[in-house]
Structures are given as C-alpha cells and as structure tokens.
C-alpha cells in the first residue's frame, strides 16, 4: 500500500459533515485496503468543533475560507450548503489552487456546477457531486459510467425524502401537513429552510442536475417548471387510493419531439408502477436508455450515514486516481437543447371540484371540458344532502396541459363550484 494519503479537509460539520467523518473513521482500514492509500483529514472547519474521537488530532478551523486557503489538502470537502455564500467561496479557492472538491450541495451545483467544473478543467482540479442527488443512491455515476453507452430519453423520480415522507406519512396516519413536515424537521431530512422541500425547489435543484448528466446539456435551472405539495390534501390522497394510485412529488425530465421537457409536480402514480410503493425518506430515479432500456435505484435519499456513503464514494474515486469530467464530457462540448413550449406537455388529470349538490351542476361541468375537447374517464361523486358542498372527482383522458388548464378556468367559472379546482396529474407509464 502506498503511504502517500489522500489528505482531506472537510468544511461543514452538520448532519452529513458528522456523518461523514464518522464514516472515515469507521471505515477506515477498509477505505485505505480498497483505495491501496490511507484517506486523512488534515483539516475540519465549522463553527463549533463537535466532541468526536474522529477529529482527535484533526486541524479545527473556526473560519472554513481560511482553511480552504491555509491548509494543505488534495481534496476539500464541501458541506456547509446554499447555493452561494461561504460554500461557493471555498469551493471556488480550492478549484483555484488546483485542489479537488467534493460537494453535497445540489443548490451551488444546479446554479455555478458549469462555471465550476470549467474553473476545475482550467486548473486539473476535479469535482465530485454524488451525494448531490439521492442521498445515498449511486445515480450520478450511473448516469456519467454505468449508462454511458445508451442515448438516455428519459429520467424521473422520487428526489425529495422530506415531501415523500410527508405524503407517505399523511396517507398512512391521516395526519396533517404541517404536524408531520415538524417532524420530517427534527428528523433531520429537511432543508434548513423547508419550503426549498415542500415547493419543489429542491427537487428542482436535483433533476437540472439529472437532466445535464443524463443528455449531456448545460444545467437549465430556469428551464424546470415547479410546483410543490402545498395544495395536496388529505382528501385527495384518500381518492388517490380509491383510484389506485398513491401522490408522490416527482422530478421528470425528458427529450421529447417539442424538446427537453422537465418539470417538478406532484403526481397520481398508478400502482403498478414501483415509484408508487417508494415510501418516507426514500428516493427512486428511474432512467430510460435506447439500448439498456428502463432501470430503477432505490434508497434512502437524505440523512447522515446514507449522504456520507455517497460523499465517500467520490473520495474514494480520488484516492483511486478514477476521474473523469464532472459531467462527462467536457463543458464546452455540453449541448444547450431547447426546452419544450410550456402548453405543450400532454398527461391525464385528476380534478376534484368542491360543488354545491344541485340539479345541472354536472351539466355545466361536462360541458365545460367538452368545449375543450377534455375527454372524461371516470367520475366520483357521493351526495351529502341537497345544498350542501360535495366533492366531485374526476379523471379525465390525456389531454394538452393548455386545454386542461382552460377547462380549468371554464370550471372555476361556474356558480356552483364553492373552490378552486384542484388539478394533479396522472403519471401514465
Ligand atoms: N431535504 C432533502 C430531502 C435532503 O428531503 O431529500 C437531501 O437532499
């Protein structure tokens, strides 16, 4: 074994710092067996210097920018977080001195991951992001190695641990959104800010992530329609049931004939589909290649130990000498694709309407999604008593998002309809 280390400086010693220092210390002799070198921190910054026997003998930095400039590394680990601020600053002295990085922060990648893998190419640095995406799902290398040799059309998934255990956790308890987003919190799989979760914004994050790796594009961030699980309601998720499907908040990017199209929604997601049983702080990536043809990776997406595995494996292929471009190819061979008009996306919908129970409402419901050409499917209505607000659900044929959506405000528009529409998505796949 050679004695030459891989000598780490990591900045960011919160949920996954700690667990990533755990890991290297844990593992230790394993690590050092597989790479044929030792893996050594030679620096560890944060705020407050945790009481942990593996930073014994470890350099504490208070000031992380001042170890990213001082100490001797070959690689600096980055998990401080947020897209910009002291995260990119160190990142970028790293990169500029010529040293490594690797990085758990989907927000700085899916913002500056082009500028930063062009700084790494200037300088002979690399940057690693596999604990970006998934948490502890191998997706990153599976998109850039393991799928390499297919035209892949299309990557979805579950990419959000903290919306899909607040879904999971609301059907299975019949709980309330905001009592069970608490404790998605003090589990410690959300964001420090938790609407970046719960709007779809880190989903977001993730699949401009996915979508680059998995057809060789610049990240387009602006480029992701998001919506997030704020409107699901416990209501909706009952009829999911009944209707055979269970919500999840998915991330789909794909190439389609109008061009790439990715969005971030909440979805009905048929049964037989395995992202439907996908549940808590799992995440699911399901890929779509010409030759290989559909693949799907499960695991805990989000938490310490999960998180670290991924971090470690980026180190590991380091320490190994395996490198290759952050996103496969060389940024300036990245082809900028053009998205597909918003309008366009086709699917079948869930609507639920809230209707006063009265003679003709259903009348003036079919013929407003008959004046869009909105073909129905199957209908659920169970009367209360006359005059009161029922609930009326629909699912209706694939139809063009823009149709939908004004059959959307033809319905919002008739007397007897006491709320807004409630409008999800029908994953046909
Ligand atoms: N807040 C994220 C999640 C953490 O819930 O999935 C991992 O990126």
Redesign the pocket.
């Given at each position: 074994m050679s004695k030459t280390p891989l000598k780490i400086a990591i900045a960011g010693l919160g949920t996954v710092g700690g667990g990533t220092v755990e890991l290297l210390h844990d593992q230790a002799e394993t690590l050092a067996a597989r790479a044929g070198r030792p893996l050594t921190l030679v620096g560890a910054a944060a705020l407050i210097k945790p009481d942990t026997a593996a930073l014994a003998g470890v350099p504490f930095f208070t000031d992380a920018r001042a170890m990213a400039k001082e100490c001797d590394y070959d690689v600096l680990v980055e998990l401080i977080g947020g897209a910009s601020g002291i995260a990119l600053e160190v990142v970028r002295t790293a990169l500029e001195r010529g040293r490594s990085v690797v990085t758990a922060n989907?927000a700085m990648i899916a913002h500056h991951g082009i500028e930063l893998a062009r700084l790494a190419e200037k300088t002979g640095a690399n940057i690693g992001f596999e604990a970006s995406v998934g948490?502890g799902i191998p997706i990153i290398k599976s998109l850039r190695e393991g799928l390499s040799g297919n035209h892949v059309t299309k990557v979805m998934g579950i990419l959000?641990?903290?919306c899909n255990y607040i879904l999971t956790t609301m059907r299975d308890q019949g709980r309330d959104f905001a009592d069970v987003l608490a404790e998605a919190q003090k589990l410690g799989?959300?964001?420090a800010d938790p609407t970046f979760?719960i709007d779809g914004i880190?989903t977001a994050h993730k699949l401009a992530i996915l979508a680059s790796l998995a057809f060789a594009m610049p990240i387009n961030l602006d480029g992701v329609a998001c919506e997030g699980i704020r409107h699901v309601s416990a209501l909706d998720i009952g009829y999911a049931d009944e209707l055979g499907y269970r919500i999840k908040l998915l991330g789909v990017a794909a190439v389609t004939e109008a061009g790439i199209e990715a969005r971030v929604y909440p979805a009905m997601v048929p049964l037989s589909f395995p992202l439907a049983h996908v549940s808590g702080p799992f995440n699911a990536i399901v890929t779509e290649g010409d030759f290989v043809g559909r693949t799907v990776l499960e695991g805990r997406?989000?938490g310490a130990r999960p998180t670290a595995s991924a971090v470690v494996a980026d180190l590991m292929d380091l320490a190994c000498g395996r490198v290759m471009p952050a996103f496969g190819v060389a940024v300036d061979t990245l082809e900028v694709r053009p998205a597909a008009p918003a309008g366009a996306h086709r699917s079948a919908y869930y609507i639920r309407l809230m209707v006063k129970d009265e003679p003709g409402v259903f009348a003036d419901i079919a013929a407003a999604l008959r004046d869009e050409k909105v073909s129905m499917e199957q209908i659920i209505q169970r009367g209360r008593a006359p005059n009161q607000t029922v609930p009326v659900v629909m699912t209706v044929h694939e139809t063009d998002e823009a149709s939908m959506l004004r059959a959307v405000d033809r319905l919002n528009a008739l007397a007897s309809i006491a709320e807004q529409p409630r409008l999800i998505r029908i994953e046909n796949l």
């Amino acid at each position: 074994m050679s004695k030459t280390p891989l000598k780490i400086a990591i900045a960011g010693l919160g949920t996954v710092g700690g667990g990533t220092v755990e890991l290297l210390h844990d593992q230790a002799e394993t690590l050092a067996a597989r790479a044929g070198r030792p893996l050594t921190l030679v620096g560890a910054a944060a705020l407050i210097k945790p009481d942990t026997a593996a930073l014994a003998g470890v350099p504490f930095f208070t000031d992380a920018r001042a170890m990213a400039k001082e100490c001797d590394y070959d690689v600096l680990v980055e998990l401080i977080g947020g897209a910009s601020g002291i995260a990119l600053e160190v990142v970028r002295t790293a990169l500029e001195r010529g040293r490594s990085v690797v990085t758990a922060n989907k927000a700085m990648i899916a913002h500056h991951g082009i500028e930063l893998a062009r700084l790494a190419e200037k300088t002979g640095a690399n940057i690693g992001f596999e604990a970006s995406v998934g948490g502890g799902i191998p997706i990153i290398k599976s998109l850039r190695e393991g799928l390499s040799g297919n035209h892949v059309t299309k990557v979805m998934g579950i990419l959000n641990g903290t919306c899909n255990y607040i879904l999971t956790t609301m059907r299975d308890q019949g709980r309330d959104f905001a009592d069970v987003l608490a404790e998605a919190q003090k589990l410690g799989y959300a964001e420090a800010d938790p609407t970046f979760d719960i709007d779809g914004i880190d989903t977001a994050h993730k699949l401009a992530i996915l979508a680059s790796l998995a057809f060789a594009m610049p990240i387009n961030l602006d480029g992701v329609a998001c919506e997030g699980i704020r409107h699901v309601s416990a209501l909706d998720i009952g009829y999911a049931d009944e209707l055979g499907y269970r919500i999840k908040l998915l991330g789909v990017a794909a190439v389609t004939e109008a061009g790439i199209e990715a969005r971030v929604y909440p979805a009905m997601v048929p049964l037989s589909f395995p992202l439907a049983h996908v549940s808590g702080p799992f995440n699911a990536i399901v890929t779509e290649g010409d030759f290989v043809g559909r693949t799907v990776l499960e695991g805990r997406g989000a938490g310490a130990r999960p998180t670290a595995s991924a971090v470690v494996a980026d180190l590991m292929d380091l320490a190994c000498g395996r490198v290759m471009p952050a996103f496969g190819v060389a940024v300036d061979t990245l082809e900028v694709r053009p998205a597909a008009p918003a309008g366009a996306h086709r699917s079948a919908y869930y609507i639920r309407l809230m209707v006063k129970d009265e003679p003709g409402v259903f009348a003036d419901i079919a013929a407003a999604l008959r004046d869009e050409k909105v073909s129905m499917e199957q209908i659920i209505q169970r009367g209360r008593a006359p005059n009161q607000t029922v609930p009326v659900v629909m699912t209706v044929h694939e139809t063009d998002e823009a149709s939908m959506l004004r059959a959307v405000d033809r319905l919002n528009a008739l007397a007897s309809i006491a709320e807004q529409p409630r409008l999800i998505r029908i994953e046909n796949l």
